[in-house]
């Protein structure tokens, strides 16, 4: 169902039940205001007819109605009996036999002094009468409030009409309402199937910049920028991956076809094949780069699996490259290490967190002469911090920014081996523990890289 048919309907049942419910609340107090009004009539034409008839007994009981009928409009003639103590009819103005009436009823009246009940479909009011003599008498009087119930049924009848017209046209206003406050929405989504993905840079009309729909259009189109982004950045991942990928390979290709151009000595052939293996091993860490790269964007649950202790990895890393790597150095300050182990713990991956510091202590022995690495960690109530610093050819100050986006290699850099994905993957592993990861660097002096990650 269309929401504009959704929103009509729900509008025309709420004002319907409000109308009905306030129709019958009139029509009920009408009908009690009525009753009400018919009871005191009655009491007073009971004790005027009663005083009539005890104190003028010989009063013409014929006259009585014909005065009755063109006195009181509003009552049709009411049947007036006077009993005595003994239940005795003692006057009328009708014959007995045609009232209502029980001993009961009598008796009550004398108890309360005043009663009104109702019998078929008259009213019926008794009350109390003292003559000039004392004498108790109990008057009773009934009749049937035809002109007040036909006021009633005129009053039903018209808010009958009333209600069924009132529902008509809050149907036709509420179809005319959904639609039009609807019609902001179908604008933008007609303007929204407009866009494709290679469309982005299309943007939707923020209209007037203050309602709900234009927060929706700027919130969109901030989804729209984001995703052209991403899309822009998938892009460049793609070509700049190929192109890493198809410098090695098409160096492996031509170190073939030259090899293969005449006829070498075993020695040469071994040359050829040590520097095959050489692209070789740059393919294989280059793919495994990327595949990294691919896994780190990959779920945050899958990043956080177990405590990692961080001092113990860094003193593995040190371990490990010192011995891949003899000209490579690496120093741990543990000096500041706080006594607390958990200051040093943190909730990861254990093969990602030596990713991270194994990327940036081969980066300063690599970019520095001396091929060393200072590592220092600290910790504060909330984090633990780890600096990995070198002496080397630092980052000039506008490239500072780029270091950490896939494939960035800056120009002082470009004579040392490397692809520009390491930096990229560690931002990401960062990012994705909570933390965040910074650079101070100045060329020629050396670079400091500060990891700071939330501890257990
Ligand atoms: P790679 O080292 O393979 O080129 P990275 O992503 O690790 O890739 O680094 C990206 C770039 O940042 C490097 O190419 C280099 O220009 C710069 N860089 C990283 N670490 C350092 C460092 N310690 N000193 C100077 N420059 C660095």
Not at 37 to 45: C, H, K, T
Not at 180 to 207: F, M, Q, V, W
Not at 229 to 251: D, G, I, M, Y
Not at 330 to 353: C, H
Request: aromatic share 8%; net charge neutral; glycine share 4%.
């Amino acid at each position: 169902m269309q929401i504009r048919t959704k929103i009509a309907i729900q509008f025309t049942l709420i004002v319907a039940l409000i109308l009905a419910l306030f129709s019958i609340a009139i029509y009920l107090l009408s009908a009690n205001y009525r009753q009400k009004e018919f009871y005191n009539s009655l009491r007073d034409r009971a004790l005027t007819t009663a005083r009539l008839l005890i104190k003028e007994p010989q009063i013409d009981r014929q006259l009585l109605k014909v005065i009755d009928r063109n006195t009181l409009t509003t009552l049709y003639p009411a049947q007036v009996l006077v009993f005595n103590d003994s239940n005795q009819v003692a006057y009328y103005n009708y014959e007995a036999d045609t009232v209502y009436y029980s001993p009961e009823l009598l008796n009550r009246i004398r108890e309360n002094r005043y009663v009104e009940t109702a019998f078929s479909d008259k009213e019926v009011v008794g009350t109390m009468y003292q003559d000039t003599l004392s004498q108790n008498f109990v008057v009773l009087a009934q009749a049937e409030d035809v002109y007040g119930k036909q006021k009633l049924e005129n009053i039903k009848d018209t808010m009958i009409v009333g209600y069924l017209g009132a529902v008509l046209l809050t149907i036709l206003s509420g179809f005319f309402f959904a639609g039009s406050s609807l019609k902001p929405i179908s604008e933008i989504n007609e303007e929204i199937s407009r866009i494709t993905a290679s469309d982005l840079r299309r943007k939707l009309d923020t209209g007037n910049n203050k309602d709900e729909l234009a927060t929706l259009a700027v919130n969109f189109n901030k989804m729209l920028s984001r995703l052209d982004q991403s899309f822009e950045l998938q892009k460049s991942f793609v070509s700049n991956a190929s192109h890493e990928l198809r410098t090695p390979l098409a160096a492996v290709k031509s170190e073939i076809q030259v090899a293969l151009q005449k006829e070498r000595t075993p020695e040469e052939y071994k040359n050829v094949l040590k520097s095959l293996l050489s692209d070789n091993q740059r393919l294989i860490q280059l793919t495994n780069g990327l595949l990294q790269l691919a896994k780190s964007e990959n779920n945050k649950e899958d990043v956080l699996t177990e405590n990692v202790r961080i001092d113990e990895i860094l003193f593995k890393i040190q371990e490990d490259t010192m011995h891949s790597q003899p000209k490579f150095q690496v120093n741990i300050d543990y000096e500041d290490i706080p006594e607390d182990i958990n200051w040093v713990t943190v909730f990861a991956k254990q093969t990602l967190i030596q990713t991270v510091f194994g990327n940036l202590i081969d980066n300063a022995c690599k970019y520095s002469d001396n091929h060393r690495a200072d590592v220092r960690i600290k910790a504060n109530k909330d984090n633990c911090i780890v600096s990995v610093s070198d002496t080397g050819i630092g980052i000039p100050h506008d490239e500072i920014e780029n270091v950490f986006q896939p494939f960035y290699r800056t120009k002082n850099a470009t004579q040392y081996k490397g692809s520009g994905i390491g930096l990229s993957i560690c931002h990401r592993i960062v990012k994705m523990l909570d933390g965040k990861i910074s650079v101070k660097s100045e060329v020629g002096k050396g670079s400091m890289f500060i990891v700071v990650l939330p501890h257990v």
